[in-house]
């Protein structure tokens, strides 16, 4: 099955530009050297015989999603799946709110896929939405999902692949032959089979000097040699890169990902072998 993979964000938990900064990315007529907080959106139609409708799926929600439904002109919302609950990544859950009230009328509540960990803060935060004695009546129609390690969302699976954010586990995910893996620090061993076959891997890349909780370019660029996608698209950026002078010194296959671009991706189910779970 085809879809679509539109990056929402590729900038870092800041934003670029950095509120204040007047330097050479935050200032840039570049578009690229712009980034709205990181998220992705996939879209695909179901077969024919299950009804043939658009899906939509995003992959956090954050400070920025009310923005980036608009550009995309987003008007459903079929799951969300969270990868942790730092600001960056769930600030926008409220915002859900108009596309929820459309697919409650459909049939229910957008189901709302995180962590236990992810799962505790998203309620701490959202108590008015997400406790189970919510009466404030516009609050968004979703319904927080215990995410298992493999999710089948109306026809694409999504399975978890878990990474380190500092000292952190957090979930990555992989659909067909894509996988996007933000935040990351470190990626355990046992991971590395959840990537294999992939046509497109995303990588968080914070920048060059080194951070206790991001990859810089150098650690990400290893990984994705190690992990070997066709193609590899860089995420998560600080203004220390510049889109067109990075993109210059990365190698061949692997380019720093921007806010709109589209792949189209293969999402059919993924074998992953034997030995893996
Ligand atoms: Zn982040
Ligand atoms: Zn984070």
Redesign the pocket.
């Known amino acids: 099955m085809e879809g679509l993979l539109t990056f929402l964000g590729t900038g870092t938990s800041m934003g670029v530009p950095t509120l204040g900064c007047a330097c050479a990315v935050c200032t840039s007529d570049d578009p690229h050297d712009r980034r709205l907080r990181p998220s992705i959106l996939l879209r695909w139609h179901e077969d024919a015989e299950t009804g043939g409708r658009e899906r939509v799926v995003v992959i956090d929600t954050g400070p920025d999603f009310r923005e980036q439904a608009l550009r995309n002109r987003l008007t459903r919302m079929d799951a969300v799946f969270y990868t942790?609950a730092?600001a960056?990544?769930i600030l926008g859950l409220d915002d859900l709110r108009p596309l929820s009230f459309t697919a409650y009328r459909e049939g229910g509540p957008i189901p709302l896929y995180a962590t236990p960990e992810t799962a505790a803060v998203l309620k701490r935060i959202y108590e008015y939405t997400l406790s189970p004695h919510a009466t404030y009546p516009n609050r968004a129609r979703v319904e927080l999902v215990p995410m298992s390690q493999r999710t089948m969302v109306h026809g694409v699976e999504f399975i978890v692949v878990p990474v380190m954010?500092g000292e952190m586990e957090i979930a990555g995910f992989r659909f067909g032959r894509a996988a996007y893996l933000t935040?990351v620090s470190a990626i355990p061993e046992s991971s590395f089979a959840l990537l294999e076959g992939l046509d497109h891997l995303t990588i968080s890349a914070l920048r060059h000097k080194p951070h206790p909780s991001h990859a810089t370019v150098k650690q990400a660029l290893g990984w994705a040699q190690r992990i070997g996608a066709r193609n590899t698209w860089l995420t998560h950026i600080a203004h220390e890169l510049g889109h067109e002078e990075t993109n210059r010194a990365l190698p061949a296959g692997v380019k720093l990902a921007y806010d709109g671009l589209d792949l189209p991706v293969d999402l059919g189910p993924v074998s992953l072998g034997p030995a893996t779970p």
């Open positions: 942790h730092h960056d990544h954010h935040d």
